[in-house]
T-cell receptor, first 113, second 112 residues
């Protein structure tokens, strides 16, 4: 079991470009969460998805950010027209079922120049 | 709004010492509480999960307790080792989507 796989590990974008972050959950896990960790800040919830459905996006900025978890393939967190303030570590986590441990990926470090 | 606080922010101890990390939360209506470990530049590893109906969980040298009514949890590490050096994060899950609210962590350094 390969664990939660995130890629790329590091992503550098210039202001105004798009960033696409990918996450493959653990085998058998159908719940995916995205969290953001800003420097000197704790992890903040962004969005919770199940296959083809967004369940809770209360932590997502209203503009420029979107997430999907298609029937086939990884979950994608998409940030359009990135700004310097988007620089952070973005973590994906997956869960098999209710009230079980959450497994995290190693994260994608996004740097916006 | 749920808030999670961890004290102390940093802790340095000599190898072999027993230690306690503290976590408090403002809303006692939680689904579960988890303790994680984060190593620099890496993701989080789940250490212990305590369901809201439980009082404690143990794994090896780690023991976590939960007092829901007072909004507190502790992580006890016995016979600390240099390999335990990491940031320890406490997080509570609210009902429904089970999204986690994290504390800012306690950075632990165990000196050989």
């Amino acid at each position: 079991n390969a664990g939660v796989m995130q890629n790329p590990r590091h992503l550098v974008r210039r202001r105004g470009q798009e960033a696409r972050l990918r996450c493959s959950p653990m085998k058998g896990h159908s719940h995916v969460y995205w969290y953001r960790q800003l420097p000197e800040e704790g992890l903040k919830f962004m969005v919770y998805l199940q296959k083809e459905n967004i369940i809770d996006e209360s932590g997502m900025p209203k503009e420029r950010f979107s997430a999907e978890f298609p029937k086939e393939g990884p979950s994608i967190l998409r940030i359009q027209q990135v700004v310097r303030g988007d620089s952070a570590a973005y973590f994906c986590a997956s869960l098999r079922g209710s009230n079980e441990k959450l497994f995290f990926g190693s994260g994608t470090q996004l740097s916006v120049l | 709004k749920q808030e999670v606080t961890q004290i102390p922010a940093a802790l340095s101890v000599p190898e072999g010492e027993n230690l306690v990390l503290n976590c408090s939360f403002t809303d006692s209506a939680i689904y579960n509480l988890q303790w994680f470990r984060q190593d620099p530049g890496k993701g989080l590893t789940s250490l212990l999960l305590i369901q809201s109906s439980q009082r404690e969980q143990t794994s090896g040298r780690l023991n976590a307790s939960l007092d829901k009514s007072s909004g507190r949890s502790t992580l006890y590490i016995a016979a600390s080792q240099p390999g335990d050096s990491a940031t320890y994060l406490c997080a509570v899950a609210q009902g429904g989507s089970e999204k986690l609210v994290f504390g800012k962590g306690t950075k632990l350094t165990v000196n050989p």
